[in-house]
T-cell receptor, first 119, second 115 residues
Framework: GAGVSQSPSNKVTEKGKDVELRCDPI?????LYWYRQSLGQGLEFLIY????????KSGLPSDRFSAERTGGSVSTLTIQRTQQEDSAVYLC?????????????????FGDGTRLSIL | AQTVTQSQPEMSVQEAETVTLSCTYDTSESDYYLFWYKQPPSRQMILVIR??????QNATENRFSVNFQKAAKSFSLKISDSQLGDAAMYFCAYRSRGATNKLIFGTGTLLAVQP
């Protein structure tokens, strides 16, 4: 597609349930990021995938959070046993990065996010 | 660790006037990248402008320009001839030239444009 696509747009679930959020990056983009935006806060980095390299998981807040990227394209962020503090907008971004200095200046293209509400 | 601070939670500007949004950051690195993103109610983050720290010249994109003061670790955004469509949340972001490409964001400034 023309841009980063995220689904669902909104998700309401009960505390304790598992949720899966999906991100379709821009075709050809090798780098993919997940961020979390809590109410009134800036974006918080969660995880970063780059090609076949091991992902940077340093931003995941707990072991209830995990993400995978299949075939170097679509990514799924999974939150197990959801808590009310997990309520936020989850944003995905992709970038046409390759290795090397020129990649650092590449902008990240964001999707519209998934608004997750935990009851 | 790097941090980004936006000290203005909300700003307001009259249509056609100029407004400046502030951003400061803390880093021990000498080379890095800085970005301003705009987030309208649609939630999508839109890149407004970017600056490479090793370039002394301030970046400009049409009505948007930055005042990059490296020694002061300041990166303000100036919007000239403000338009109603400029109303949005604006985020300042830092990106290291190191191993990780993640963006570090400030908490944002909500800009209102008055007709």
């Amino acid at each position: 597609g023309a841009g980063v696509s995220q689904s669902p747009s909104n998700k309401v679930t009960e505390k304790g349930k598992d949720v899966e959020l999906r991100c379709d990056p821009i075709s050809g983009h090798t780098a993919l990021y997940w961020y979390r935006q809590s109410l009134g806060q800036g974006l918080e980095f969660l995880i970063y995938f780059q090609g076949n390299s091991a992902p940077d998981k340093s931003g995941l807040p707990s072991d209830r959070f995990s993400a995978e990227r299949t075939g170097g394209s679509v990514s799924t962020l999974t939150i197990q046993r959801t808590q009310q503090e997990d309520s936020a907008v989850y944003l995905c971004a992709s970038s046409p990065e390759t290795q090397g200095e020129s990649s650092r200046n590449q902008p990240q293209h964001f999707g519209d996010g998934t608004r997750l509400s935990i009851l | 660790a790097q941090t980004v601070t936006q000290s203005q939670p909300e700003m307001s500007v009259q249509e056609a006037e100029t407004v400046t949004l502030s951003c400061t950051y803390d880093t021990s690195e000498s080379d890095y990248y800085l970005f301003w993103y705009k987030q309208p109610p649609s939630r999508q983050m839109i890149l407004v402008i970017r600056q490479e720290a090793y370039k002394q010249q301030n970046a400009t994109e049409n009505r948007f320009s930055v005042n990059f003061q490296k020694a002061a670790k300041s990166f303000s955004l100036k919007i000239s001839d403000s338009q109603l469509g400029d109303a949005a949340m604006y985020f300042c972001a830092y990106r290291s030239r190191g191993a990780t490409n993640k963006l570090i964001f400030g908490t944002g400034t909500l800009l209102a444009v008055q007709p």
